[in-house]
């Protein structure tokens, strides 16, 4: 896992506490090998069963990429090698040797090499996809297969890949459910050609994937179980690079909790609520002691600015209660993260690109429900919420803004256009929608004629104890029912503005 700029890792609950190192490897005569000579020794470090342990990057010299190998000394005839062979000399000296080694945090380059070459013939040509580049080339560039746009420089040039659910493959299916991370995978395939970010909008896991019918009965299994089958070695994220891992920001949305999770009460949550949240804060984010908040952006505090800007929006977690009393005040994102989402676009510069991301679509409306928002659960289904932000967006003017989503199924991209009837303040964004990643059922997904492509309406809002009438335009075509895959959002600098150019890539 990666996190904070490093890299993290744990051992495997079924195999115990392991040795490991990040170790550096180079391309030599058409071969990857250890970078090191016969006399190079390594240090180990102490991994344990779900607790991450940063791994810093190993060796000197010129390495082109690492990669993270586990040492597991188990079972216990067979402790102490990364090889798979025994040294020569007799049992008993074999024996004494493989319990010498176990004892030490030392790993000489040899026996590492040998482990490399097995790994190679395990791996074959997916051999690179395991490997991490080392931090002075870490740095994402826009990808050279995105091709959308003639080059024009790392600042100037941005590239956001954005998806949502992930079902999980079953006994008969398990080749179809891996096929858009192997797209992605062929479209980034690590090293300098990485996206700028990789945004997992929610629904990477279904914590009720049978809906109801065989789902783990034990709580532990159903938080657990998931995330095992999504990370497996023959897993969807198996598929991508590594590398892909350093640019990857992920947001939970219902299916980590239950389907259509919101609070039944005023404060309430529930035990599925709570494991959910775990589970996601530990294999999502890797926080063995959870933020105060879910929601996050790009720059942090201190981040060097690259005038792009990502505020990731938790539109799960923290929803209010809604009933037919409080349909009118019950927000999508409680007040604190209201306040944040709106202080960022405040803040922010007129000419930096803004990206707000959420699970939850925001334009274009649903028809089905359309005067019935208390059975709707995108943004549409909190007036409050849905509302504010577009006059807020308005009032304030805000350029260069793009909201992206997941959660329905099916690839949309709108332009919309909010005006102000008091003030004349007008202002245009875009907003677009991923298609599955995966969803083998077609009864799970929206269709393009419950959306309203072609729409406007009006809406009033208070704000500063003035009340405004706001006229909302909005046109969007999608993709296309059942195709699966993810988006893709390339942005160029011309001048003061972006020009933006929307994409699918199709599993």
């Not at 102490?46 to 082109?64: A, K, N, Q, W």
């Not at 690109?353 to 959420?358: E, F, G, N, R, T």
Request: glycine share 8%; charged share 25%; with cysteine.
């Amino acid at each position: 896992m990666h996190k904070q700029g490093s890299w993290f890792a744990c051992a495997d609950r079924t195999l115990g506490d392991a040795w490991g190192l990040l170790a550096p490897v180079r391309r030599e005569a058409g071969e990857w090998r250890v970078a090191g000579g016969a006399d190079t020794m390594f240090t180990l470090h102490r991994i344990t069963v779900d607790h991450l342990r940063e791994l810093p990057f190993s060796g000197e010299g010129d390495p082109e990429r690492f990669v993270c190998l586990l040492r597991y000394d188990h079972p216990e005839d067979r402790l102490g090698a990364f090889a798979d062979h025994v040294a020569a000399g007799g049992a008993q000296a074999a024996v004494r040797e493989r319990e010498a080694a176990a004892a030490s945090d030392k790993v000489a380059a040899p026996e590492l090499d040998h482990a490399l070459q097995s790994l190679r013939r395990q791996q074959g040509a997916d051999l690179e996809r395991l490997f991490v580049s080392p931090p002075e080339r870490a740095a994402p560039v826009p990808a050279a297969a995105s091709r959308a746009f003639a080059p024009v420089g790392r600042r100037d040039s941005f590239t956001f890949v954005f998806a949502s659910c992930q079902y999980p493959a079953g006994m008969l299916d398990r080749l179809p459910a891996l096929r858009t991370f192997e797209a992605i995978a062929r479209r980034f395939p690590g090293g300098a050609e990485l996206p700028t970010r990789l945004l997992l909008l929610g629904d990477q896991v279904y914590t009720d994937a049978t809906y109801g019918l065989l789902d783990p009965a034990r709580m532990d299994d159903r938080y657990r179980l998931p995330y095992e089958q999504l990370t497996c070695g023959d897993g969807p994220w198996a598929r991508l690079p590594q590398d892909l891992r350093r640019v990857t920001c992920m947001t939970p949305d219902d299916h980590e909790f239950i389907d259509d999770w919101e609070p039944w009460g005023r404060g309430a949550q529930g035990e599925r609520h709570q494991r959910g949240l775990a589970a996601y804060w530990r294999y999502q984010r890797g926080e063995e002691t959870p933020p105060r908040h879910l929601w996050m952006t790009h720059p942090e505090p201190g981040e060097p600015r690259e005038g792009w800007r990502l505020f990731m929006a938790d539109t799960r977690t923290t929803r209010e209660y809604r009933s037919g009393e409080t349909i009118a005040e019950a927000t999508i994102l409680g007040a604190e993260q209201t306040a944040s989402l709106e202080a960022w676009l405040a803040e922010a510069p007129a000419q930096d690109l803004k990206i707000v991301s959420s699970a939850a679509m925001l334009l274009p409306r649903s028809r089905q429900y359309l005067d019935a928002p208390l059975r709707l659960d995108n943004w549409q289904g909190y007036p409050a919420s849905f509302q504010r932000l577009l006059a807020f967006v308005c009032d304030h003017g805000v350029r260069n803004l793009v909201f992206l989503s997941g959660d329905l199924h099916l690839g949309c991209s709108a332009r919309v256009r909010v005006r102000n009837r008091a003030t004349g303040a007008e202002v245009a964004f875009e907003s677009h929608h991923a298609p599955a990643l995966y969803a083998p059922y077609p009864f799970a997904n929206e269709t393009r004629w419950n959306l309203l492509l072609e729409d406007s309406f009006s809406f009033q809002w208070k704000a500063d104890g003035k009340e405004s009438t706001y006229d909302c335009a909005v046109s969007a075509h999608t993709q296309g029912e059942g195709i699966e895959g993810c988006g893709i959002l390339q942005a160029r600098r011309v001048g003061g503005e972006w020009k933006l150019e929307t994409s699918f890539l199709r599993a």
